[in-house]
Every structure is written in structure tokens, then in C-alpha cells.
């Protein structure tokens, strides 16, 4: 059909298909008319909750996968769970799915065309539009920091692929490069655009999300003072962000205040008692059927299906009366549950119906993360005020800036608070890679030894279809 493309299925071109004929067979979704589509309000909206839905249907699996299940976390779960023994074994080979970023560019393509036409809609205020623009460019940046942190080297794409041609296939573009020109550049726009006032709805970027994903690639960057001026402007609204002090409200963030939220219809309206959460992946089976339900329960609960189960050396992390060990596992059917988002003992019958989010960003991740840029920019006592909060919350005591002898030692402590903080919410992998640290810590646990193994390999398919890419070289030698 001339001037036509695929609105909500056919994002789509980014090399999703094992050949050029599959693609030109695949149907779409919806078809709609390029005259009849981008043309209202209801449009506009329309194509920005697209991208939060494609966004959740990326990371359903693939938030352990990418975030955790490498690093020292989690050990073996049951037998059955081979797919994830395979990521946690350091065993991934170019047709494990989790190596696939199919999804992921489609967040990419969804958001490109909600910022070429958006920008053309009337809406009823410009302040809508421009909240609404800067949602796609928060979503972008964010799906772009997945993927290079994931992969490395990406292909890059700032323009919508709306109908099939050559251009779809691409090399990988520098990963720094996406960092600083795309990916800090539309953060940077997300919080210009954003509206301050309205925007209040956590299952969605707000300029607080946009300030996480700017300090969180700033913190990749190497950019620490930037980071911290950046975590810094978190705290001007105590009314939408701040620090929950108790543990039993701790405790309560994930076990009730994450489950079975409504949809998202008012964002100028905050579902949330909390205000730890910054960002999370929102999932309501009333909105889409079985693909509604996420995976925190059926994966982690059951000594017969549950994907894994949490490691001893993260058991031996948690000092003796820390308050939060008894609240993030438990001991059951010989094996250590991850009971962070969960009340009690959860059956089977419950494992397809969670609705439980996933945290993206949180405001103790932040303060944790702004805890590291202090220390790295020599500014230590202030890094351990920030890391006392936390600590303090979970009933324990903090060390003096002069009970560590390098920046290093204070560091490594961080990073253990930021293990035992947030497990379960897919930061430990990346935090391992970013600070160079995935070898020392790995080795030991599954022989993570050889330069290029941090990233993962890419899907056979991907490079089966575009002859422009090349594979990460460490898959090249073992695979």
C-alpha cells in the first residue's frame, strides 16, 4: 500500500527476520494509511504507550537475562530452567534468545516515529505534545543504553524504518559515540520537553526517569561530577522523590506497591504511596491478555520450575543483623528464594497471574550511584552519608572515610551496598561491567576471564540477514 506503514507491530526492519524474504511475509499488526495516522491527540498518545508496550514485552525475560543472571547473584534453579543455567553458566551461544534485539529496536523505531510526527499533531496544549515528545526521547535514550550495554557497538537508528529498503541494514555505530551523542543528548531533551506538573506516573518516563538514564550514562561516560549534579536535582521535590527511611515500608514497596497496579490512563495522577520508585515496567494482564503477567514469581519461586535461586556468595554479603536478608530470601525446598517482591509462599497457581513491576530506576539506586561518583571525585565523607542511609535502614552501622586506605577499597564497599540493595532489580551485571570489575568477581564463580566476554553475542539471525554486521570477537574464537 503506497504510503504506508506499520505502526504497532512492524518496528520491524531492525533486523527481526532470518531472511529479507521472511520479512517481506511477515503481516502486520495494524496497516494504517500514513494520511490517516499521526493526525490527532489520541494518536499521539497512542503511539507513545506503544512504546511502553513494546518496551515491556523486551524486557519481560530479558531484565534478568541482561541485568543479572551473569553476575554472582543467582545460582542454578530447577533442572528444567536449562535456558538460564545456559546465561548463568557463562554458556551463551548466538541462538540463546536473550542474545536477540529484536524487541528492543522495536522501542528504538517506535520511538523515532513518534518523534518525527508528534512534533505535526495538534494537541490540546503544547505542553502535552511536548511531555509527550519527551517520553519517546526518554524511551529512546533508554533503549539505546540497554543495547550498548548489552552489546556494545550497536547499529544505530534516529530515523523510523516505515517501509522495507536497503537502509535497514547498518553497521555498528561506536558505542561511545551512542552513548554521548544519542543517548545523553536525548536525556537531555526528554527533560527539557517533559511536563514538570502533569507527568507524575511512574509507569512511565517523568523528568526523574530522564535524570536516571542521564546520570546512569554519565556514570558509564566516566562523567562523575556530572552524575552528581545531575542525581542531585532528584531532590528538589520531596513530594514525588524521596528516601523511604523504614524497613517495613522497604519492604512494602515490592511486595505491595508494585503489584497489580491499574493501567496507566491518568499519568498526571501518581498510583504510588512510595516515592522510591522512579521508573518501573508496568505489567496489568487486563491490557493485554497472558503477556500482562511478569515473571518475578514463576521464575524465582517452585522447586520445580524456578529459573534460579539466590547465590551463597551474595548470602555471606549480608552482615550479621542486616535487616533486609530475611526479607529478600528465604530457605525453601532446598534452595533460597528470591522473596523480595513476594509476602509469603506463593503456589503455582499464582505464578501465571503476577502482575508484580519491575524496577528500572529507583531513588536508593541514584543515591547509591551518586554514593560512587563522590568517592571517585575524592569527596568521601559525603559518599558515605549517602551510603548510611541506606545502611541505617537496614539496621546497620557505616565505616569512617578513614577505615579505607584507597578510592578503591571505597568503591568495592559501594558496589557490595548496591549488590545487597538491589538484588532482584537488574543493576548487578551492569554494574560489574561498567567498573571493569566482571572479571575479578566472576572468574571464580563461572571463568569469566577473557577480554570481550562482558558483552553478549549477537543472534545468529541478526547477522544471517544484515551482511554489514560483524559479531563480538570473543564469540567469533569460542562459538
Given at each position: ?98 542474545t536477540k534485539w529484536t524487541d528492543l529496536y522495536k522501542v528504538i523505531n517506535q520511538a523515532n516515529l513518534c518523534i518525527k510526527y508528534i512534533g505535526g499533531i495538534d494537541t490540546p496544549s503544547v505542553a502535552e505534545r511536548n511531555d509527550l515528545l519527551g517520553q519517546a526521547y526518554g524511551m529512546r535514550a533508554l533503549a539505546y543504553l540497554y543495547a550498548v550495554r548489552v552489546w556494545g557497538d550497536v547499529p544505530l537508528f534516529t530515523d ?45 518516563i517523568s523528568v526523574y526517569g530522564a535524570w536516571a538514564v542521564l546520570a546512569d550514562a554519565y556514570m558509564w561516560l566516566g562523567e562523575y561530577n556530572l552524575a552528581d549534579q545531575t542525581i542531585e536535582k532528584m531532590k528538589a521535590d520531596p513530594m514525588f522523590m524521596a528516601f523511604e527511611p523504614g524497613i517495613d515500608t522497604w519492604k512494602k514497596m515490592f511486595t505491595e506497591e508494585l503489584n497489580g497496579k491499574a493501567s496507566d490512563n ?214
Amino acid at each position: 500500500m503506497k504510503n504506508s506503514f506499520q505502526i504497532f507491530a512492524a518496528a520491524l526492519l531492525t533486523l527481526s527476520l532470518t531472511a529479507c524474504e521472511g520479512f517481506l511475509d511477515e503481516q502486520p499488526v495494524s496497516e494504517v494509511p500514513a494520511d490517516e495516522m499521526w493526525q490527532t491527540s489520541r494518536d499521539a498518545k497512542a503511539g507513545v504507550n506503544q512504546i511502553y508496550g513494546y518496551f515491556r514485552t523486551a524486557m519481560r525475560e530479558n531484565y534478568f537475562y541482561w541485568g543479572e543472571f551473569r553476575s554472582d547473584d543467582f545460582e542454578h534453579g530447577a533442572s528444567s530452567a536449562a535456558d538460564q543455567q545456559r546465561v548463568i553458566d557463562n554458556q551463551l551461544t548466538t541462538d540463546h534468545r536473550c542474545t536477540k534485539w529484536t524487541d528492543l529496536y522495536k522501542v528504538i523505531n517506535q520511538a523515532n516515529l513518534c518523534i518525527k510526527y508528534i512534533g505535526g499533531i495538534d494537541t490540546p496544549s503544547v505542553a502535552e505534545r511536548n511531555d509527550l515528545l519527551g517520553q519517546a526521547y526518554g524511551m529512546r535514550a533508554l533503549a539505546y543504553l540497554y543495547a550498548v550495554r548489552v552489546w556494545g557497538d550497536v547499529p544505530l537508528f534516529t530515523d523510523p524504518n516505515e517501509k522495507y529498503s536497503d537502509a535497514i541494514y547498518r553497521e555498528r555505530t561506536d558505542r561511545e559515540y551512542i552513548l554521548r551523542e544519542v543517548i545523553v543528548e536525548d536525556a537531555k531533551k526528554a527533560e527539557s520537553l517533559i511536563d514538570r506538573t502533569k507527568n507524575k506516573e511512574r509507569k512511565r518516563i517523568s523528568v526523574y526517569g530522564a535524570w536516571a538514564v542521564l546520570a546512569d550514562a554519565y556514570m558509564w561516560l566516566g562523567e562523575y561530577n556530572l552524575a552528581d549534579q545531575t542525581i542531585e536535582k532528584m531532590k528538589a521535590d520531596p513530594m514525588f522523590m524521596a528516601f523511604e527511611p523504614g524497613i517495613d515500608t522497604w519492604k512494602k514497596m515490592f511486595t505491595e506497591e508494585l503489584n497489580g497496579k491499574a493501567s496507566d490512563n491518568t499519568p498526571e495522577n501518581d498510583d504510588y504511596s512510595t516515592r522510591e520508585f522512579i521508573f518501573v515496567v508496568h505489567f496489568n494482564m487486563d491490557e493485554v491478555g497472558t503477556n500482562g503477567f511478569s515473571y518475578m514469581y514463576q521464575w524465582f519461586t517452585g522447586s520445580g520450575n524456578r529459573a534460579a535461586v539466590v547465590s551463597q556468595r551474595l548470602r555471606d554479603k549480608y552482615e550479621e543483623g542486616d535487616l533486609r536478608f530475611p526479607l529478600v530470601t528465604k530457605e525453601y525446598q532446598a534452595g533460597w528464594e528470591l522473596r523480595k517482591y513476594i509476602p509469603g509462599d506463593i503456589s503455582s497457581t499464582l505464578n501465571k497471574t503476577c502482575q508484580v513491576a519491575y524496577p528500572i530506576y529507583r531513588y536508593s539506586d541514584m543515591l547509591l550511584l551518586q554514593a560512587e561518583a563522590l568517592a571517585r571525585l575524592s569527596k568521601w565523607e559525603e559518599a558515605l552519608d549517602l551510603v548510611k542511609m541506606i545502611r541505617t535502614r537496614a539496621g546497620l552501622t557505616t565505616p569512617e572515610a578513614a577505615d579505607f586506605g584507597t578510592e578503591e577499597e571505597l568503591v568495592d564497599f559501594i558496589l557490595d551496598e548496591r549488590q545487597r540493595e538491589l538484588v532482584g532489580e537488574g543493576r548487578r551485571w551492569f554494574d560489574l561491567v561498567r567498573t571493569g570489575r566482571w572479571k575479578t568477581v566472576m572468574q571464580p564463580v563461572n571463568g569469566m576471564s577473557e577480554e570481550g566476554n562482558e558483552l553478549f553475542p549477537i543472534h545468529f539471525s541478526h547477522l544471517d540477514q544484515n551482511r554489514k554486521l560483524t559479531q563480538n570477537p570473543y564469540y567469533t574464537q569460542t562459538n
